[in-house]
């Protein structure tokens, strides 16, 4: 049972002429089912798929998800629902969320929430969940980057890329990322990667291919995608594998089936909302395992580049849309 307010701020996505606009508004406080927990939101992580779905009008909504956006939360356990035995209401936590992050409160799945490390305030806890998941599901869970095997980011500085490059350096592998502008890719290389290409003036897969004997790389993340697709695939290593999450330069290119004969590559693409709870909870349980030390150890930076009140939650998402951050943009729900 939730104890406290019955309604709350939240930012919707609403019909305005012929498109949609992030708009702020009143909605009951939800209520935790059972092996959920409500949090008092304190801080909510902004990331590519809330613009997506903004200008898709919103998203394929599932039994029990809600059409509020934000995928990410970092705030405090205020009830519990029935069988949760994980967590205890007064405990600080980040979240991985099914929607509804864009509010005062929010609803977690017991298994998508992690301990909030101590050593970061509440605007840095909320950019970890959605983008550390989806960097650990799609890049060592499904793309299987081994212990001694190299890893290529195209889109180094967005949220994804930040959080890649240096969990992937972190765990020790050799990192290479493509950035827009020299000074990005040197940004790439701060955060440890062994090598930033700058897009607009290097061929990247001549690049990679230079620095690793012309072997090329084992995985490449890729949220690019369009005219992309080539250039990874010269790129990868035999056995290589591309993961595609985004579609920055679009969605639609043209395959040379040949490249992916010749070297046994593997392409594949992966959405994470839609992916079940359990998978989600292993995700977690991997993440706290072999990275939260290094997150709690300061080995590791969020890197906020810019947070946003929740009013101003359209700002943020244009923010994020033009491209102009390094690094998280994160609306702050409460006064830090």
């Known amino acids: 049972m939730n104890h406290g307010p019955i309604d709350m701020q939240a930012v919707e996505f609403r019909p305005d ?5 992030a708009a702020v508004t009143r909605r009951r406080v939800p209520v935790a089912g059972p092996g959920e927990v409500l949090i008092a939101v304190h801080a909510a992580g902004v990331n590519g798929h809330d613009i997506h779905q903004l200008h898709a009008g919103g998203h394929p909504l599932r ?3 809600t059409d509020i956006p934000g995928l990410e939360v970092s705030g405090e356990i205020v009830a519990l629902g029935e069988g949760v035995s994980r967590w205890s209401v007064g405990d600080r936590v980040c979240a991985l969320l099914r929607g509804g992050g864009y509010a005062e409160y929010a609803i977690a799945p017991e298994g998508s929430c992690f301990p909030k490390p101590a050593n970061l305030g509440w605007v840095e806890a909320a950019a970890l969940p959605e983008t550390y998941c989806t960097v650990w599901s799609n890049v060592f869970i499904d793309g299987a980057l081994g212990a ?3 890893f290529l980011m195209n889109g180094g500085t967005s949220g994804i890329g930040v959080a890649s ?3 992937a350096h972190a765990l020790g592998r ?3 990322a493509t950035a827009r502008g020299a000074q990005k890719a040197r940004q790439c290389e701060a955060l440890g990667a062994t090598r930033g290409i700058d897009y607009e003036t290097e061929d990247f897969a001549e690049v990679v291919m230079a620095s690793t004997d ?3 790389v084992d995985v490449i993340l890729d949220i690019v995608a369009g005219d992309y697709l080539s250039k990874d695939l010269g790129a990868l290593a035999e056995g290589g594998r ?5 579609g920055a330069r679009g969605f639609s290119a043209e395959l040379d ?3 992916l004969m010749r070297k046994r590559l593997r392409v594949m693409g992966s959405l994470l909302r839609p992916r079940p709870d359990a998978f989600k909870a292993r995700v977690v349980s991997e993440l706290v395992e072999h990275v939260w030390p290094h997150v709690c150890a300061g080995r590791i930076d969020p890197m906020i580049d810019r947070s946003f009140m929740l009013a101003d939650a359209a700002s943020a998402i244009a923010h994020v849309e033009g491209r102009h951050h390094i690094g998280k943009v994160v609306l702050e729900v409460k006064p830090q």
């Open 17 to 21: 002429g012929p498109g949609f606009i």
């Open 63 to 65: 039994p029990g998800e």
């Open 148 to 150: 001694d095997e190299t």
């Open 165 to 167: 490059i240096q969990i």
């Open 174 to 176: 050799r990192v290479f």
């Open 214 to 216: 012309n072997r090329g």
């Open 242 to 246: 591309l993961v595609f999450i985004g």
């Open 257 to 259: 089936i040949r490249k």
